[in-house]
């Protein structure tokens, strides 16, 4: 056989299977900008809730993440705590809890999401639900007398009825100013009471392109619309939907816990579909439900759904007609 | 024979376990095991009758005309279910209360009815009663580790005495619905993995001894 002469420099050319152009999106990018996106409710918390919301917000990222080594180590796969899914899974659980929580109960509840409800359906990308919102689930079920009641107010050690119990009736009390609700000078949850901070983080988000603006809009829009309609005591369109808006966990899981990349439709239309149901749901919760609140349990619903979505919503490939039946 | 009524036996409580390798009859396993107490007399319930149907109809299986053989096998299960069923209200009322529709419903039990149609429809005496002493304890044992799962976790104690020290809250969902569900899982995965771990062994043994005989054969 005849010797093929060198070309100069030939042996260093590599060329690697595509894609050749690679975008900057990383889980880890994705992730850690939804942990500063969160950042902003988190300082809010702090200051009227005190020391004792940023304990309970160190517990839940440091149980989550040492779950998820401890679980991935005995199952034997790659350590993958770098990549911020689970320090903010953690963060999102602790946002979850009013601040007179026990800590031992947000611990156990991190450690249940990462591990049953994440990797035991095989990790980041398998779970069918989101993990902080079921583990969410699983604490009201097992500790009912820490997650329901009177939560504690801001800048004082009292506590008192949530504003969406009084305004479901359960609970007695003033209704807070719309002001009060805006920047969150009100009781409850910790990462859910000021609207004003989560919007900001939500809007850092939808600038950066890192969430669709469909879900949130799909989600809050029908929470305003139905609630308009069907809120009032004095018949039809007589409803306060600002009021339903602000109050309770709704910006919270419409910007930051519907739009989870794993359990969220892939597809625009999908999307909105998504957050209208959320909103659906949470209305029917809210005003005829057993709870003063929906918002976890309709995006807990709508994650079961997600899959059909994605099917129902395929776009068209171009070229191709869609068959006739 | 005894050696293979022992087989039989033994394949009901680990290899052929009904709740945790079979999967059957879930109905009560996840209904009654809130507490140990309970699924003990459950356990106790199913032994009985699963053991005196299998030997029932075993000794049947040749009058039993093969087209209407469910009906059958369903008036003999029937017959032992309502006398547990009465027994156990006379012995254990407040236990009987507890369990309610799940003893008579032992009736249309998975595990009954599949044992009298897969084995004790087609083999001797001794061994049905073997397989439904092995069948019945394998369940028992099965309810119980999941009832003691539930209720250390969700009520804080073991057969109703307080286990864990008093500053426990014990976690309700777990002698709730979803709690059942979440211990079962974790259950039925730990007895997959031991069992592939035993299937692995037995097979790098036999093939040891396999290759040993081999070598002294060529030895030889």
Known sequence: MEEKKAVPGFDKLVVASSPHIRAV?????????????????????????????????????????????????????EITIADGSAALTGL?????????????????????????????????????????????????????????????????????????????????????????LFIGNVGGVLGETSALALLVGGAYLIWQKVIDWRTPAG?????????????????????????????????????FMATDYVTSPITPKGRLIFGIGCGFITVLIRLWGGYPEGVSYSILLMNLVVPFLDRWTLPRVYGVTRARA | MMEKML???????????????????????????????????????????????????????????DKIRIPCFIVVIATFTTIADLVLAAVQPDVHKILGVFVPLIVVNCIILGR????????????????????????TLAIMVLASIREILGSGSWFGIRLMPAGFEPATVMILPPG??????????????VTARLAVRTSRSKQKSSSCAAHAGLEG
């Open chain 2, 7 to 65: 087989r039989t036996f033994y394949n009901g409580i680990i290899p052929e376990n009904p709740t945790l390798r079979l999967v059957i009859g879930m109905c009560p396993v996840l209904a009654v095991t809130t507490a140990v107490v309970n699924s003990v007399w459950m356990g106790l319930a199913v032994i009985f009758v699963l053991t005196a149907s299998n030997t029932l109809i075993s000794l049947l299986r040749k009058f039993i005309p």
């Open chain 2, 116 to 139: 009298a149609e897969a084995f004790a429809s087609k083999n001797p005496v001794h061994l049905a009663l073997a397989d439904g002493v092995g069948m019945g304890i394998g369940f």
């Open chain 2, 180 to 193: 059942a569900f979440i211990s079962l899982g974790f259950l039925l995965g730990t007895m997959n993995l």
């Open chain 1, 92 to 180: 999102l659980l602790a946002f979850n809890v009013p601040a007179n929580a026990p800590w031992w109960m947000v611990a156990v509840g991190a450690a249940f999401a990462i591990a049953v409800v994440k990797q035991t359906f095989g990790g980041l990308g398998a779970n069918f639900v989101n993990p902080a919102l079921a583990a969410r689930a699983f604490m009201l079920a097992a500790w009912p007398q820490h997650m329901t009641g009177k939560f504690p107010v801001p800048l004082d050690s009292i506590t008192a009825a949530t504003p969406l119990a009084i305004l479901k009736g359960t609970a007695t009390g003033t209704l807070p100013s719309y002001l009060d």
């Open chain 1, 219 to 255: 989600f809050i829009g029908t929470v305003a619309v139905l609630t308009w309609i069907f809120g009032g005591k004095g018949g039809l369109f007589t409803g306060d939907p600002l009021h339903h808006v602000l109050a309770g966990g709704l910006i919270l899981g419409a910007f």
């Open chain 1, 25 to 77: 999106e990383t889980v880890d990018r994705l992730m850690w900008q939804v942990i500063i996106a969160l950042m902003p409710a988190a300082v809010v918390s702090v200051y009227f809730f005190g020391l004792r919301a940023l304990v309970l917000m160190l517990v839940g990222i440091a149980s989550a993440v040492l779950t998820e080594a401890l679980v991935e180590k005995a199952l034997k796969k």
